[in-house]
Structures are given as C-alpha cells and as structure tokens.
C-alpha cells in the first residue's frame, strides 16, 4: 500500500512539474513580439525563441522555473544579470550578452501576457 501511495505521489509531482514547465514556455507567436516593440523596436521572434529556450536550458539546471509574471520588468532586468554571471562563474556556461538580453526579452514578453 505505501509503494501505492508512493508511486501515485511521484506521478502526481512529474506530471504538475511538466504541465507547468509546459505553461511557461509553449507557443511563441508574433503577439508575444508585438507586446514588447514598445520597450525593444528590434526585438525578433527568433530572439524570443532562442530566450525561451536558454531560459529552459540554464536556468531550470539550477532551480525551478519562475512564472514570468512572478517579476516585473524592472525584478527581472535585475534578476536575469546577476543569474547570467552567476551562472557563467560557478556553472561554467558561457552565456553571452545576447544570450542575456534574449532570455530578459523573453521573461518581459511573457511577464505581459
């Protein structure tokens, strides 16, 4: 019974975590560019993808995914940064000042949906 209730429990966490995962960060589309042109003329669906998936790949190594709208735009213009640095140190990635500006305009553009 308590490997029962064991499994059901793990199933029940993955199956949120990916749903969730799944929220954040499914179908980017030429609104999501539209809602950001105010704050970044140059911003491209291309960068807004290539965010989301720098944002899936290095920051879910270290910690859960934050919801967008969880910051604002100036929490993650602060955020994104120092995660970006602090990742290139202790994690060795070499994430770059575009891979930087794409992952905030990503966060910026989601935060505004």
């Known amino acids: 019974m308590n490997k ?9 966490a993955v199956g949120c975590t990916v749903s ?8 980017l589309t030429k609104d999501d560019v539209n809602r950001v042109q105010d704050l970044y003329a140059d911003v491209t669906l291309e960068e807004l993808n290539k965010g989301m998936s ?17 910051e604002g735009i100036k929490g993650w213009n602060h955020h994104v940064p120092e995660m970006v ?21 990503y966060l910026v553009s989601m935060n505004r949906k």
Do not use: M, V
């Open 54 to 70: 720098l944002y899936e790949a290095n920051c879910d190594a270290c910690h859960k995914l934050k919801d967008p709208k969880s």
């Open 85 to 105: 640095e602090l990742s290139n140190e202790k994690k060795g990635t070499k994430l770059t000042k575009s891979d930087e500006q794409a992952i905030l305009r």
């Open 4 to 12: 029962l209730f064991f499994l059901a429990t793990l199933f029940f």
């Open 20 to 27: 969730k995962k799944a929220d954040l960060t499914s179908g």
